[in-house]
């Protein structure tokens, strides 16, 4: 009980509540701040360089199959009455891609940070909820049901906009197909946590998608888009990379690794030719489509950006320590005031 006077909700009267706890104030003199910022700008320098080289060893090769000119093997493909129409890209490789090589493809123009088209999605549905696969919500429209007022799984723009061009890799000097393997292309969390397929019935996946339609642009339903059938409905792989939107409308997904014995070192050098199924139109929205080669190091893949950041940052460090010293030097600043 508060003694007469006092106020109920003062608080006790100790270092802690009052603010009075030992603390360690440094200060800032000249001979610490100028050959502080020395060393921070040669870590970042040398940081910098490291990473400046070790991007610039990471090999790419970028091919660009929009077919928008007319020398372009994808040409034909490009009319939007031509149905299941395959082109061949041809290249050589001069001297051997290291492995892992990693297979991606990319689309530029196309704006995944939209709001209206990244919330158009149904989570529940997406996670095998029973009741949200035949009631989806209103986020989807107009992706929600077809013409008939049936629902659509998966709905929403993100899920119909599915990319589905495919590609298959020979090895023209030897006449080989080379495997493409799309297991684990996709985040950890998306496969195990995020994404679930419905309940199932004996095992059938066609019957827990009984009552909905494939979204409209689909060629297939969810539980047939592969031959595996651990890879089908919500869980397939590149369907979990493409509802994984990108932050930029340029961009780059993983579609495969070329894990193959003969292949997992690097492919060796020689004539090469890539078979695309060209399905998914970008001509309508002024877009690019392009299919990219790439192996990566400890720092990922190739990414100067950040290198190139250390070092602008490293040198701007060093040019602070020189203009401190000499201004230190010249008018004798006590170290107090610096």
Same mark, same amino acid.
């Given at each position: 009980?508060a003694?007469?006077?006092?106020t109920?909700?003062?608080?006790?009267?100790t270092?802690?509540?009052?603010?009075?706890?030992?603390?360690?104030?440094?200060?800032?003199?000249?001979?610490?701040?100028?050959?502080? %910022?020395l060393?921070?700008?040669?870590?970042?320098i040398?940081?910098?360089?490291?990473? %400046?080289?070790?991007?610039?060893n990471?090999?790419?090769?970028?091919?660009?199959?929009?077919?928008?000119?007319?020398?372009?093997p994808?040409?034909?493909?490009?009319?939007?009455?031509?149905?299941?129409?395959k082109?061949?890209?041809?290249?050589t490789l001069?001297?051997k891609?290291?492995?892992?090589?990693?297979?991606?493809?990319?689309?530029?123009? %196309?704006?995944?940070?939209?709001?209206?088209?990244?919330?158009?999605r149904?989570?529940?549905?997406?996670?095998?909820?029973?009741?949200?696969?035949?009631n989806?919500?209103?986020?989807?429209? *107009? !992706?929600?049901?077809?013409?008939?007022?049936?629902?659509?799984?998966?709905?929403?723009?993100?899920?119909?906009?599915?990319?589905?061009?495919?590609?298959?890799?020979?090895?023209?000097?030897?006449?080989?197909?080379?495997?493409?393997?799309?297991?684990?292309?996709?985040?950890?969390?998306?496969?195990?946590i995020?994404?679930?397929? *419905?309940?199932?019935?004996?095992?059938?996946?066609?019957?827990?998608?009984q009552?909905?339609?494939?979204?409209?642009?689909?060629?297939?339903?969810?539980?047939?888009?592969?031959?595996?059938?651990?890879?089908?409905?919500?869980?397939?792989?590149?369907?979990?990379?493409?509802?994984?939107?990108?932050?930029?409308p340029?961009?780059?997904?993983?579609?495969?690794?070329i894990?193959?014995?003969d292949?997992a070192?690097?492919?060796?050098?020689?004539?090469?030719?890539l078979?695309i199924?060209?399905? !998914?139109p970008?001509?309508?929205?002024?877009?690019?489509?392009?299919?990219? !080669?790439?192996n990566?190091?400890?720092?990922?893949?190739?990414?100067?950006?950040?290198?190139i950041?250390?070092?602008?940052?490293?040198?701007?460090?060093?040019?602070?320590?020189?203009?401190?010293?000499?201004?230190?030097?010249?008018?004798?600043? *006590?170290?107090?005031?610096?």
């Amino acid at each position: 009980m508060a003694k007469e006077g006092e106020t109920p909700n003062k608080p006790d009267n100790t270092a802690f509540t009052q603010q009075r706890l030992p603390a360690w104030q440094p200060i800032l003199s000249a001979g610490i701040v100028i050959p502080g %910022f020395l060393v921070i700008g040669l870590a970042f320098i040398a940081i910098g360089v490291a990473l %400046f080289i070790t991007s610039s060893n990471i090999q790419v090769l970028e091919m660009d199959y929009t077919g928008n000119t007319a020398n372009s093997p994808c040409a034909p493909c490009t009319n939007n009455a031509t149905q299941n129409c395959k082109c061949s890209l041809n290249f050589t490789l001069s001297t051997k891609f290291e492995g892992p090589v990693y297979m991606y493809y990319g689309l530029s123009n %196309f704006y995944q940070n939209f709001r209206r088209y990244g919330v158009s999605r149904d989570d529940n549905q997406l996670f095998g909820v029973s009741s949200s696969m035949l009631n989806p919500v209103n986020n989807c429209a *107009p !992706f929600d049901r077809d013409a008939y007022g049936t629902p659509i799984a998966p709905c929403g723009a993100i899920a119909n906009s599915f990319f589905n061009d495919t590609f298959v890799l020979f090895h023209n000097d030897t006449g080989r197909n080379i495997p493409l393997d799309g297991n684990g292309i996709a985040w950890w969390t998306d496969y195990n946590i995020k994404f679930r397929n *419905p309940g199932q019935i004996n095992g059938n996946l066609t019957q827990a998608f009984q009552g909905t339609v494939k979204p409209l642009n689909w060629p297939k339903p969810a539980y047939d888009l592969d031959t595996n059938l651990s890879n089908n409905g919500f869980l397939n792989q590149d369907f979990l990379v493409w509802m994984r939107t990108a932050a930029l409308p340029d961009f780059r997904k993983l579609y495969r690794r070329i894990s193959d014995t003969d292949y997992a070192s690097g492919l060796p050098a020689g004539n090469y030719s890539l078979e695309i199924s060209y399905n !998914f139109p970008v001509l309508s929205f002024q877009g690019h489509k392009k299919v990219v !080669f790439s192996n990566v190091s400890w720092m990922g893949g190739q990414n100067q950006f950040l290198g190139i950041a250390y070092l602008v940052i490293g040198c701007l460090c060093i040019v602070m320590s020189v203009i401190m010293l000499i201004v230190y030097a010249k008018f004798q600043i *006590p170290d107090e005031d610096l």
